[in-house]
């Protein structure tokens, strides 16, 4: 149980567009997800918590206008990278928490994007 | 403020020898800790937790965790490495609102 999944697992995208990122548990209702953001050789940063039904917070520093999350059912939370630059290249992880895991936080397998 | 700090950056080990991750965190209450492990290319695997309780906590794959909290700290172990627990390991610290602080983490070698 508790299997977070991610679509898609890797990308490629010209700079100036935007790109969706979908995270979604397929097997309890994430009532609470995360976003993060790791860079090679490093450890994860926190850029947003959204909860279902309500607006994202995010972390000091992340763009909200700019990396737009979406959390509108308890199964699927999506991350909008919009008008990517190289920069915004990186490893893009999310996590759930929710009934009846508690507080406990399931991964997704991680989205590569690349922007070029 | 809270923070984890993981201050083996790199670990080799010899396949079949004994295993020891440090974690130390600062966090003013009760902290709920976390191991994770990350092979290359993918997302955190969840090893072990500890909320309260017994301060020993067994995890998969024959890992372990003892809470010190006199020394601030969430030490994981392996009595016995095998090749494939090669890969990133994380220590976390999870506080009010479920937000999760990370280490930077500690790469495992294991070399035959």
């Known amino acids: 149980g508790a299997v977070v999944s991610q679509h898609p697992s890797w990308v490629i995208c010209k700079s100036g567009t935007s790109v969706k990122i979908e995270c979604r548990s397929l097997?309890?209702?994430?009532?609470?997800m995360f976003w993060y953001r790791q860079f090679p050789k490093q450890s994860l940063m926190l850029m947003a918590t959204s909860n279902e039904g309500s607006k994202a917070t995010y972390e000091q520093g992340v763009e909200k206008d700019k990396f737009l999350i979406n959390h509108a059912s308890l199964t699927l939370s999506t991350l909008t990278v919009t008008s990517a630059h190289p920069e915004d290249s990186s490893f893009y992880i999310c996590s759930a928490s929710g009934v009846p895991l508690g507080y406990e936080q399931y991964f997704g397998p991680g989205t590569r994007l690349t922007v070029t | 403020a809270q923070s984890v700090t993981q201050p083996d950056i790199h670990i080799t080990v010899s396949e079949g020898a004994s295993l020891e991750l440090r974690c130390n965190y600062s966090?003013?209450?009760?902290?709920?800790l976390f191991w994770y492990v990350q092979s290359p290319g993918q997302g955190l695997q969840l090893l072990l937790k500890?909320?309260?309780?017994?301060?020993l906590v067994q995890g998969i794959k024959g890992f372990e965790a003892e809470f010190k909290r006199s020394q601030s700290s969430f030490n994981l172990r392996k009595p016995s490495v095998h090749w494939s627990d090669a890969a990133e390991y994380f220590c976390a610290v999870g506080v009010a609102g479920n937000q999760f602080y990370f280490g930077t983490g500690t790469s495992l070698t294991v070399i035959p």
């Open positions: 966090y003013g209450a009760t902290p709920y």
């Open positions: 097997d309890f209702q994430a009532t609470t």
């Open positions: 500890y909320f309260s309780g017994d301060t």
